[in-house]
C-alpha cells in the first residue's frame, strides 16, 4: 500500500491564483481531512469527509472548497490564493476514529 | 469537543523516561484519548491510544486515571530520535460528519545528548 499521498511536494503561488492540492489514499478509509500547519503551529483543521459525497467545514475553512466524489480521492482547492495560506497542509485518512494516516505534506507559498 | 491541555515545551537527556501530562477535563464518554507524533517536515504519526487505566505498546504506555480528566503519556529511555512533538487529543471511536478532531500546540520534547 502507498498509503497516504499527496501531489505536489512544494508550490509557489501568486496571490489571486487558485490551484488543486491533490490527495488520495489506498487504504479505503471511509475518513479524511485536509489541514494545515502554520510555522511552529500546530494543525487546524481545514475541511473534512466521512465518506463519499458526504462533507464538511473544519476550523478554518474560508477559501478552500473540497469535494469527495470517491473514496480514495479529496482534492483541497484554493480559490484565490492569499498570503495568508502560505503554510503546510497535511491530508489524513482513517477508517472511523482515531488513528488517522497522514501524508508527507506539501509546502505551499503564496507570493 | 475535548479541550486539552499541554506543556509547551519539555526538555530531557537521553535514557530518561519522560512524562507528558495532558488535561482534558471535560473529555466525552466516548472519547477516547489519543497521542500523536510529529517529526520535523513530517505528518504527525499515531503513538498510543486508550480509554481508562494503562496502556502499553511498544512504544509508549499510556495512563489515564478513573476519572479521565487527565492522561500521562510515558516514553521509557528516551532517545535523541524522540525529539518531536506531541500531541494530546480526545477522540470519538465512531465519528459521524459532527465530529472534529482538534489538535492543540502539542508538547515540543527536546531530548538532549
Known amino acids: 500500500n502507498a498509503g497516504v499521498t499527496q501531489t505536489p511536494k512544494f508550490q509557489v503561488l501568486k496571490t489571486g491564483q487558485s490551484m488543486t492540492l491533490q490527495c488520495a489514499q489506498d487504504?479505503?478509509?471511509?475518513?479524511m481531512s485536509w489541514y494545515r500547519q502554520d510555522p511552529g503551529m500546530g494543525l487546524r483543521l481545514i475541511h473534512y469527509s466521512v465518506g463519499a459525497g458526504i462533507t464538511d467545514q473544519g476550523e478554518v475553512p474560508n477559501g478552500y472548497n473540497v469535494s469527495r466524489s470517491t473514496t480514495e480521492d479529496f482534492p483541497l482547492r484554493l480559490l484565490s490564493a492569499a498570503p495568508s495560506q502560505t503554510s503546510v497542509y497535511f491530508c489524513?485518512?482513517?477508517?472511523?476514529?482515531?488513528?488517522?494516516?497522514f501524508g508527507p505534506g506539501t509546502r505551499l507559498t503564496v507570493t | 469537543l475535548a479541550k486539552t491541555t499541554q506543556p509547551i515545551s519539555m526538555d530531557s537527556y537521553e535514557g530518561q523516561e519522560v512524562n507528558i501530562t495532558c488535561s482534558h477535563n471535560?473529555?466525552?464518554?466516548?472519547?477516547?484519548i489519543t497521542w500523536y507524533q510529529q517529526f520535523p517536515s513530517q505528518g504527525p504519526r499515531f503513538i498510543i491510544q486508550?480509554?481508562?487505566t494503562k496502556v502499553t505498546n511498544e512504544v509508549a504506555s499510556l495512563f489515564i486515571p478513573a476519572d479521565r480528566k487527565s492522561s500521562t503519556l510515558s516514553l521509557p529511555r528516551v532517545s535523541l530520535s524522540d525529539t518531536a512533538v506531541y500531541y494530546c487529543?480526545?477522540?470519538?471511536?465512531?465519528?459521524?460528519?459532527?465530529?472534529?478532531?482538534?489538535f492543540g500546540g502539542g508538547t515540543r520534547l527536546m531530548v538532549k545528548p
Open positions: 487529543l480526545g477522540v470519538p471511536l465512531y465519528r459521524n460528519a459532527g465530529n472534529m478532531l482538534t
Open positions: 487504504m479505503n478509509h471511509e475518513y
Open positions: 486508550g480509554y481508562k
Open positions: 489524513a485518512s482513517s477508517y472511523q476514529g482515531a488513528e488517522q494516516y
Open positions: 471535560n473529555i466525552a464518554t466516548n472519547d477516547y
